[in-house]
């Protein structure tokens, strides 16, 4: 029996603990988790991206009753307003661009036919998926969507709710809860592994596999065994975010916003009950006053609570699994949710630990080659997500700004100067075997933060002028047809998951 | 595109590679207003050449219109789907590395852990029995996917071509498609002042310029060496150092696979086409001489054996690929070891990856750097398969094996190869040719047998697992037997065709 102790219980600590209990032979493991109710966790409003349906599919959960629960709302994309020059704005969808024609991809064709006068739409109109953010519509997708109309969907929901429906499902599947906080960590004199757990109330808890969830305390892996932190703030320079929740008010949004600000961004996230509002920001250019003022002006409702302030540092843990802890969440590293990836980060972890998990007779439960596998596909992930997310900062016109002078000021990483360059010559975009994001991802943005390529990849020419703009046009014609046949996003929460949908059916008849 | 993006490129070279080179830049970049031009260089092909290529050359003669039938029926080659290898000293069991899946999920979780651990519970039946190319492989029949075979898993075939036969028919649609062509007994780089190529100049003060460069010229890399690019070798990678090519008796039936045979001082592979069996053997001079090497091949391939020729075989990798304004395709690039016959999958990595980042204006120093970056990886990752073949091997007492197990290894496959035998658990990187089946097919061949699985796997009572086992192996016996046998196959698909 391999005992497994989960400190922290947050999103984090109940999502490992679920994951743990849904895949893992029981007769081998026994998975515990610490928490204290004296120490709040960061539940604020949580936007997600479309992974998180596979994760809680993995659990086998109803996703009806799950966004009941969590008062969930479905989010197709990300609305940037603001980024690039002041009235600016554009979708990130969870979804294609346009179709390949002759095996090249879209915009090579797209920008062939701007060139050669073909006049196309806009660049994102060719994605079913911010057509329907732009009409608040949302649908099912169906499996059966060619690549033009293809789109995927993630949720909005009460992060602290999400946590609170994933300690009741894994308690009632074996889970072990105890309550407490841990005062002491005991390492073994010999191996240096960690051994023991002291808790507040002097109980002691051992242990053969250690996962931190203590969130930017890091306890275990990095005040304990002091894993080396790599800042990143140089080019991430945001630390800390006021949040605060407000009444709803408008049309359910099926997107999350970000609008940019002077001193950072603010975020608006559509939940069922209420819309969650926060100002990432960085405390070396604006105060914390401030900031709290420019978000209460900026709420489209009556605020619910006063402001909330968090404090962070963005990078990461060298070692994200070092001996026999392995942390997850913001114990192992820190990005600004200016593309939803926090909860991304922890499944992707909970995923690569299962791979990877240390089993029963193992010789050694801190085995050096599965932590280092497990390394080496988290630092790939934090690296790209990272790179990802400067470029939101350094690609914009936002001059005279202290706060973005300063990061566009900065080296970029040369992995991301690259990726820049080599769609501004010629609209190239990275493609990944296993990463993150994807190829239609950095297109979004690049496109979105106003960059354009100077040419088209030559083989676009392959395919004859008139048959590329017929297609076009069609291209058009289906994703309009397609986003028709949706219902508004609102109608389709009343009828799937909202607490209230017979009795206002009912009153509105 | 923009002003200055290179029209006139020149392919300087020999044989397939030049050809490939040619037929795929004229059908991607022909309508772009590219002009193709090939100074073709004296061939350098010995009869007993062959071409054993790896599954990824279907689907570009497909892109490039170039039909089974007429490919088939004109090189008169064969089909095979997969490599049998064979340690003759005994000490360690023949394996398949067949180009298809192994067996199936079962209650949704990867197949290897399931097998491991029914192995761990007793089970006999070996890995490649569950895959159900190298079942039909074994049975010297051809696998033709259906809707069932496709639900079940994946399946792949390749070619064995005659080099001489498959150059000549790449030539003919490449000149036929409207490539110009130069002959030319020797051609040298003529420099820019800039340092860039302008030209070659040809035997009988011929001179041909432009100003794009393809450089096929084989191993010595011409027109990259007048450009100073810098060769490192692989040689504390490799133990070869001779290669050796012949002709022996043809083999009837045909098998749809090929068989390499390691013996003390090498190993000796056998790659059986409808005219003959063509031989590749590999060996080090340290440890024997030419004149030994062919008797000793002759016994261990079981065939007289005729038209050898003997080569050397220095791999190595040039520092960079693509230099100012030149990019260098094969073994002009890199050299590598005859094992798992690579050298046609290292020209279409380096076409398919060049298409993608041709020059679209005159400066592309962004896209040299991100095609020498891709380049470099996916070379290594190649490399690696072939080390760990090296690596990983069982032979008994020799110099040749027991160097080969001393053999240098990147950190890339250090790390895999202990991952694997830690988790069962493949580390696969970008830029990787070979896939997670391909890897599973050579480690456990070699016994790399894990120390652990997938726990999760541990959820299926071992009924469960053993009746799937057991629906696995029927599925595969009965869909084996409803294959044509490769020579039925090899009929019908040349019947099709008029012979050249």
């Known amino acids: ?73 479905f989010k197709l994309g990300i609305e940037f307003r603001d980024w690039d020059l002041p009235g600016d704005r554009y979708v990130h969808p969870f979804g294609s661009f346009g179709q390949l024609w002759g095996g090249i991809e879209f915009q090579h064709h797209w920008m062939r036919a701007r060139q050669r006068g073909l006049n196309p739409d806009r660049f994102e109109a060719y994605s079913c998926a911010i057509r329907a953010c732009q009409r608040n519509a949302f649908e099912f997708p169906d499996s059966q969507f060619t690549r033009s109309t293809h789109y995927a969907y ?249 706060l973005w002078d300063h990061v566009r000021a900065q080296e970029l990483p040369p992995s991301l100067r690259h990726k820049m360059r080599l769609f501004e010559v010629r609209g190239h975009v990275p493609y990944y075997k296993d990463g993150f994001f994807s190829r239609d991802s950095w297109l979004a943005v690049l496109f979105g933060q106003g960059l354009r390529p100077a040419a088209y990849d030559r083989m676009a020419d392959g395919v004859p002028l008139a048959q590329l703009d017929a297609g076009m046009r069609e291209l058009l014609d289906r994703i309009h047809a397609h986003v028709e046949q949706m219902r508004p996003h609102s109608e389709v929460i009343e009828n799937y998951c909202s607490d209230v949908p017979a009795a206002r059916q009912v009153a509105s008849l | 595109m923009t002003a200055g993006a290179p029209r006139e490129v020149i ?178 780089a003529v420099l820019h002042a800039d340092g860039a190529i302008a030209g070659v100049e040809l035997e009988g003060d011929r001179r041909i310029d432009g100003d794009f460069f393809l450089d096929a010229t084989g191993e010595e890399g011409q027109l990259l060496s007048a450009l100073a690019v810098q060769r490192a070798s692989w040689r504390d990678h490799f133990v070869a150092d001779r290669v050796l090519a012949a002709h022996g008796a043809s083999i009837h039936p045909v098998p749809v696979y090929s068989e390499v045979r390691a013996w003390a001082d090498g190993w000796v592979a056998l790659y059986p086409t409808q005219m003959s069996t063509h031989i590749c053997v590999a060996y080090s001079s340290a440890f024997l001489s030419d004149e030994t090497a062919l008797q000793a091949a002759a016994r261990v391939a079981g065939t007289a054996l005729h038209g050898a020729a003997v080569r050397a075989c220095e791999p190595g990798r040039r520092a960079v690929a693509w230099e100012r304004n030149c990019v260098a395709i094969g073994q002009a690039a890199c050299v590598f070891d005859p094992v798992h016959s690579v050298d046609l999958q290292a020209v279409q990595v380096g076409l398919v990856h060049l298409l993608h980042l041709f020059p679209v204006q005159a400066d592309y120093g962004v896209e040299r750097a991100e095609y020498n970056q891709n380049i470099r990886s996916a070379f290594e990752r190649i490399r690696d398969f072939q080390c760990a073949h090296y690596l990983l091997n069982r032979f008994g007492n020799s110099s040749f094996w027991t160097r080969a197990r001393e053999q240098v290894l990147s950190p890339e496959l250090t790390h895999k190869i202990a991952t694997f035998r830690a988790r069962g658990d493949v580390a696969y990187y970008e830029d990787e040719t070979f896939m997670i089946d391909d890897w599973q097919a050579l480690l456990i061949g070699h016994g790399v047998i894990p120390e652990s699985y997938d726990p999760a796997v541990e959820r299926t009572s071992p009924e469960v697992t053993q009746r799937e086992l057991g629906r696995l192996l029927s599925f595969i016996r009965a869909k084996v037997e409803e294959q044509p046998s490769h020579s039925d196959y090899l009929q019908t698909v040349c019947a099709t065709t008029p012979r050249a």
């Open chain 1, 1 to 73: 029996m391999i005992k497994v102790v989960i400190v922290g219980g947050g999103s984090a600590g109940w999502m490992c603990a679920a994951g743990l209990v849904a895949v893992l032979p029981r007769s081998h493991y026994q998975v515990t988790l610490i928490e204290s109710d004296e120490i709040g966790t960061v539940g604020v409003g949580e936007a997600t991206l479309p992974a998180l349906k596979d994760f809680n599919d993995l659990l086998g959960i109803d996703e009806s009753n799950f966004m009941r629960e969590t008062r969930a709302t």
């Open chain 1, 154 to 402: 993630a949720y909005h929901f009460d992060a602290t709710l999400y946590a609170d429906y994933l300690r009741r499902w894994a308690i009632g599947r074996g889970v072990q809860r105890m309550e407490g906080q841990v005062t002491e960590v005991a390492l073994h004199p010999e191996s240096g592994n960690i051994a023991t757990l002291t808790l507040k109330s002097g109980a002691r808890i051992e242990g053969d596999l250690f996962i931190d969830c203590t969130g930017f305390r890091s306890l275990l892996l990095g005040q304990t065994l002091g894993s080396e932190w790599q800042d990143w703030s140089h080019w991430l320079p945001c630390d800390r975010a006021l949040a605060v929740p407000c009444e709803r008010s408008g049309d359910l949004t099926p997107y999350t916003r970000s609008t940019a600000q002077t001193g950072g961004w603010i975020w608006r996230i559509p939940l069922q009950h209420r819309t969650g509002n926060g100002y990432v920001f960085s405390s070396r250019f604006i105060s914390e006053e401030d900031a709290r003022e420019t978000l209460l002006r900026q709420l489209d409702g009556r605020a619910l609570a006063e402001p909330k302030l968090l404090r962070f540092r963005a990078g990461r843990r060298v070692h994200a699994w070092q001996r026999n802890c392995v942390g997850i969440g913001l114990a192992s590293g820190f990005l600004e949710p200016l593309e939803s990836t926090s909860i991304f980060l922890i499944q992707r972890a909970i995923q690569d630990l299962l791979r990877l998990m240390p089993v029963t007779g193992a010789a050694d439960l801190a085995d050096r080659r599965l932590s280092d596998e497990f390394n080496r596909g988290s630092d790939a992930l934090y690296d790209r997500i990272r790179d990802f997310l400067i470029l939101h900062y350094v690609a914009n016109r936002r001059s005279g700004q202290p």
């Open chain 2, 11 to 188: 392919l300087v070279g020999r044989d397939a590679p030049v050809w490939l080179a040619a037929c795929v830049l004229q059908q991607a970049l022909g309508t772009a207003g590219v002009k193709i031009t090939v100074v073709e260089l004296p061939s350098r092909l010995q009869a007993a050449d062959v071409y054993a290529t790896l599954p990824a050359l279907e689907p570009l003669h497909t892109r490039l219109r170039i039909e089974e039938s007429k490919l088939i029926g004109v090189t008169r080659g064969a089909f095979t789907l997969g490599k049998r290898f064979v340690d003759t000293s005994g000490s360690a069991p023949a394996f398949f590395h067949a180009y298809g899946s192994h067996g199936a999920r079962i209650e949704q979780k990867e197949f290897l852990p399931c097998w491991l651990r029914a192995r761990k519970l007793g089970l006999q039946v070996g890995l490649e029995d569950f895959c159900l190319t190298a079942a039909a492989a074994k049975q010297g029949r051809m696998l033709v996917p259906d809707s069932q075979i496709e639900a079940h898993g994946f399946t792949d075939y390749a070619y064995h071509l005659s080099a001489i036969a498959y150059s000549a028919l790449l030539k003919f649609i490449a000149l036929k498609r409207g490539v110009a062509a130069h002959q030319a007994r020797e051609a040298r």
